[in-house]
């Protein structure tokens, strides 16, 4: 019985591990983020598509929230007011 719950919990910590790190997001600042266009953005030499972002910016610092599934699946822009915007794609230019 005492081997079955060690067990058990053994595998429930596993868990736990897992889905902590299924969860976990990188951020990365991104200084001087200017709207170029419409769901366009620039900071510095990287390029950001956006869907439906209607946020104007002439070089606030921001956060890119990448989930780093996909391409970009599930990855935000989050402004300085803490509103945000999905992202579509990251170019290095």
């Given at each position: ?48 598509a956006t869907r439906y972002c209607y946020h ?17 699946s599930g990855s935000k822009i989050i402004w ?14």
């Amino acid at each position: 019985m005492l081997e079955r719950m060690r067990s058990i919990a053994k595998v429930l910590f596993l868990f736990g591990i897992i889905s902590i790190l299924a969860v976990a997001s990188d951020y990365y600042k991104l200084p001087g983020t200017k709207r170029i266009d419409q769901d366009l953005y620039r900071s510095g030499k990287i390029l950001i598509a956006t869907r439906y972002c209607y946020h104007y910016t002439y070089g606030e610092e921001a956060l890119l929230k990448y989930e780093g599934s996909g391409e970009f699946s599930g990855s935000k822009i989050i402004w300085h007011d803490d509103s945000t915007c999905d992202v579509k794609k990251v170019v290095q230019e």
